[in-house]
């Protein structure tokens, strides 16, 4: 084999100084010659990470993988900011399949506890692992954990994460079709998707939902959409789902939180200062389930010159943030337990914009607030700079693809008619 099939990148914390040479450090280096040559691992061996070449060797390596591994030690959770930059831009990163994380000498209650920033890993594959102290030890339970690693990575590509597996179900039940009419449609529409499709658990009816949510409502989906008749009570959560299906839900993941929102606060910045786009990516986050979709747009320049501490008064004296106080533990003392997002647009620019991020966060740490702005902005400040204004609470968003866009603005108005109109349960 000339070439190797897959890449795979491996996020890790084992080549500084002041590293231990546990378990995580004699994994990454069985990993290559382990997945060779059906895999290409990019590991840092070197210590790239301290020198400035890592900004753009990272960004030139996740560009290829299709995989990436995350080896999170008690080093990499607490003393590392890239494995946590690296990893956040590895679930973001839409072109990677699947990330698989090593929780070593560290447990998933560890994650929510001690350590939020990797709350997000939650959503992927996970592997326990124990740290061990002694070389036969450590040489041993790397091996096992190797094992489990190259196990699961026959398959990966063949893994759907759990959101789209659900939105790929709701948007199925909202089809009025006999199994016939199913059948049909997919044939007309999907026939090369059908083809190579695999051997995954769904039923006729959800791999049509699944085609016409993959293509993002390219071509076949808006004329399978014109040939779906639609259950009347269910047409708003399709119209939730169609209007959503451009964007991967890899790419709105840094947006979502959990149910109670974790104690640290957020900030994802979003490439668009389009609110409409940001309500997609919202709703695209929790797989358009309408009780984890909650915003509010809000521009902090509307009324003029004041202080940050003025306008966050302002925004939290509506109904919906009466009570929001920073407690002792820095949760919100009287936080809806729902997560609340805020649109936040920065006409006045991004750096004021930050100070009023902040102070939001000293009133309510659990507020998601997104952050949009024009990409011509952002290219003034790039991922360092937005780093260093909004600090831990900074989630990069990939670039929005303009096509995909497009596609939305185009038809949006359109999908609702057709749904609404399709003559389901009338
Ligand atoms: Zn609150």
Redesign the pocket.
Known sequence: MDKPFWEVFVSHSTSGKDCVNGVARNLRDKLRPALSPTYEVHVDATGIHVGDKWEPWIHKTLDRSQIGIVLLDTHAASKSKWVKRESTLLSARPSVESVIAVLIGITRRDITEKYPDFDFLKDRQMIDAAECTTEADIEREADRVLGLITDRLRQATDGMPTADVTMTRALSYTFDLYDDEVDSITERFFAEQLKTRGDRPLFPNQWLAKFIIDDQLGESALGAIEDVTFKLDRADHAVRILLSSWILWSEAMPISTERPPPPDPRTPVLLTDDPHVAERYVARAYGCARSQINTERFDPSANGEQTPAQVVAELFSGVR?K???RAHDNT?A??ALRP?HVLMSAPGGIESAAQVIKAIHER?P??VVILMVKPDDYAKFDDAGMDELLGAAYRPIERIDAERERRFHDNQAHIRDVVKNSGGSW
């Open positions: 943030g009570g929001c106080a919100c009287k936080h609340q309510c659990s507020t």
